[in-house]
């Protein structure tokens, strides 16, 4: 799947929704900052040509970001950094399965590869959409992808969205790839967010992620993280930090 094709397809869908909501109904801006951390753990499946498992290579992983978010009435900018243990963010392909049938295996990779993240887009009140490039590693030949995350609600109240590489914590409490559904829970700032995710988790199964957003005073918010692998290969996410606006 081409995830930039992806994210052009939904902006299209969406267009009616951009030109037609208001802006921030508070008329007022924010600085954020996030920073987090997290662990987890991957499977790479290989398959037969009947669907049959005959590998599976567990890749444990960790994961460390920060991002800095600013909003100024319907512009929303962001820039983060962090790195990731998870070789799987790299690139998703056959090369690291187990080939032998029935065999599992388990590894913990030791090599961090950074990443750096910068968007820019429209938020308002019933539409969100920003894009960017994620580029992975360093050197002469780093890994660039798509980055964003489009948005179709409120926040003050139920919304869907869908993301690509938006996450504080590249990996760890979610995916590269995700979908789902966040809800306002009554207070300012306050979410509750599941939906499903790839990459690299299993791509015939993927993860369930669920995301909190706990306000503890008006300025600081706590957010966990947590994924379940729907495979049954064991594979996880768990991820803590915060938001402080500024």
């Known amino acids: 799947m081409k995830r930039s094709a992806v994210l ?17 109904s508070s008329g007022t801006g924010s600085t954020f900052l996030e ?15 009947a669907g049959n498992v005959i590998g599976v290579n567990k890749h444990s992983f960790y994961d460390a970001g920060v991002k800095i978010v600013h909003e100024s009435s319907a512009l929303k900018v962001s820039a983060g950094a962090g790195v990731t243990s998870g070789d799987g963010a790299d690139e ?6 187990s080939i032998n049938e029935g065999m ?15 968007t820019v887009g429209l938020d308002t009140k019933y539409f969100g959409v920003d894009a960017g490039p994620l580029v992975l590693g360093t050197g002469k030949k780093p890994v660039v992808h798509l980055a964003g995350n489009i ?9 869907v969205s869908f993301a690509s590489g938006h996450n504080t ?11 789902g559904t966040g809800i ?17 988790y299993d791509y015939k199964n993927g993860i369930l992620s669920l ?30 930090g915060g938001r402080v606006y500024f």
């Open 8 to 24: 052009a397809l939904g902006a299209f869908l969406l267009f009616p929704y951009l030109v037609s909501v208001d802006g921030d």
């Open 35 to 49: 920073l987090a951390i997290g662990k987890g753990l991957y499977a790479g499946v290989d398959r037969d040509c």
């Open 92 to 97: 998703r392909s056959g090369n690291e399965l």
């Open 104 to 118: 599992e295996t388990e590894t913990t990779s030791g090599k961090l590869i950074p990443y750096f993240t910068s």
């Open 151 to 159: 948005r179709l609600g409120s926040e003050d109240d139920i919304y």
């Open 169 to 179: 914590c590249l990996l760890a409490g979610n995916s590269l790839l995700e979908i």
């Open 184 to 200: 306002n829970l009554g207070k300012p700032h306050s979410l509750l967010w599941a939906g499903w995710g790839v990459i690299p």
């Open 211 to 240: 995301k909190v957003d706990i306000p503890i005073t008006g300025r600081f918010i706590l957010q966990p993280r947590a994924g379940i692998g729907l495979g049954g290969f064991g594979e996880y996410s768990l991820a803590i």
